[in-house]
T-cell receptor, first 116, second 115 residues
Framework: AQKITQTQPGMFVQEKEAVTLDCTYD???????LFWYKQPSSGEMIFLIY????DEQNATEGRYSLNFQKARKSANLVISASQLGDSAMYFC?????WGGGFKTIFGAGTRLFVKA | NAGVTQTPKFRVLKTGQSMTLLCAQD?????MYWYRQDPGMGLRLIHY???????AKGEVPDGYNVSRLKKQNFLLGLESAAPSQTSVYFC??????????????FGAGSRLTVL
C-alpha cells in the first residue's frame, strides 16, 4: 500500500511567489525520516531537504522549508520566492527505521511549473 | 569521485530477452537500492541490499533478480523481459549510520524499452 501520498499531480506558481507542495505519510514507526527530492527535466535526482521524526524544529535549506506536522502526518515542502529553475518534478520520500537507510519509499510526485 | 554509476544508460530489448543493469558506487556505502520510475507512479523500490551478499525484496520485485557479490556493485537482472518492464531504472546508495539523514545518492538512470 502506498505510504507516501502526494495529492497534487501538477502545480503552477508565479515567479517570485511562494508555493507549498503537499505530502502526507503513513507509518507505524516512531523513528523515521522524511525527504524531498527534485527531478529536473534532465532526469537526475537532487536531494533538497530532510526532517527527522524527532526533530522539533522544521527543517530549512535556503529557499526550501519543510512544514512538519507530526500529528497530522504531513511533511509539506514550501519553496519561497520561486524561480524559473524550480520548474521540475518534486518527490516526497520516507525512510523507515532508525539510522541506516533501510528502506526509502517515494510518493508519486508533483510537477511544478513556474510562470514568468 | 564518480558517485553512483549505472550502465547501460539506454537499452532496447525484445520481449523474452534477458539483460543485466550494473550499478557501481565508490563511496563505500553499505546500502544499495534499485528503483523503477513510471509516469504518475513515482519511484518504486524493486530490490535493495543492506550489505555485501544480502538482498531483499522491495515493493515491486516480480520479474527481477539482484545480486551483490561485491560491496560496491549491485546488479539488477531481467531474465525474460516483458513490455511492462519498460521504465527508467535508478540505482541509489547510502550509509547505514545511527543518526543523520543518510541521504540517498542516485545514479543518472537507465532507460529500458521492451518491445
Amino acid at each position: 500500500a502506498q505510504k507516501i501520498t502526494q495529492t497534487q499531480p501538477g502545480m503552477f506558481v508565479q515567479e517570485k511567489e511562494a508555493v507549498t507542495l503537499d505530502c502526507t505519510y503513513d507509518t507505524s514507526d516512531q523513528s523515521y525520516g522524511l525527504f524531498w527530492y527534485k527531478q529536473p527535466s534532465s532526469g537526475e535526482m537532487i536531494f533538497l531537504i530532510y526532517q527527522g521524526s524527532y526533530d522539533e524544529q522544521n527543517a530549512t535549506e535556503g529557499r526550501y522549508s519543510l512544514n512538519f506536522q507530526k500529528a497530522r502526518k504531513s511533511a509539506n515542502l514550501v519553496i519561497s520566492a520561486s524561480q524559473l529553475g524550480d520548474s521540475a518534478m518534486y518527490f516526497c520520500a520516507m525512510r523507515e527505521g532508525w539510522g541506516g537507510g533501510f528502506k526509502t519509499i517515494f510518493g508519486a510526485g508533483t510537477r511544478l511549473f513556474v510562470k514568468a | 569521485n564518480a558517485g553512483v554509476t549505472q550502465t547501460p544508460k539506454f537499452r532496447v530489448l525484445k520481449t523474452g530477452q534477458s539483460m543485466t543493469l550494473l550499478c557501481a558506487q565508490d563511496m563505500n556505502h553499505e546500502y544499495m537500492y534499485w528503483y523503477r520510475q513510471d509516469p504518475g507512479m513515482g519511484l518504486r523500490l524493486i530490490h535493495y541490499s543492506v550489505g555485501e551478499g544480502t538482498t531483499a525484496k522491495g515493493e515491486v520485485p516480480d520479474g527481477y533478480n539482484v545480486s551483490r557479490l561485491k560491496k560496491q556493485n549491485f546488479l539488477l537482472g531481467l531474465e525474460s523481459a516483458a513490455p511492462s518492464q519498460t521504465s527508467v531504472y535508478f540505482c541509489a546508495s547510502n550509509f547505514n549510520q545511527v543518526s543523520g539523514a543518510n541521504v540517498l545518492t542516485f545514479g543518472a538512470g537507465s532507460r529500458l524499452t521492451v518491445l
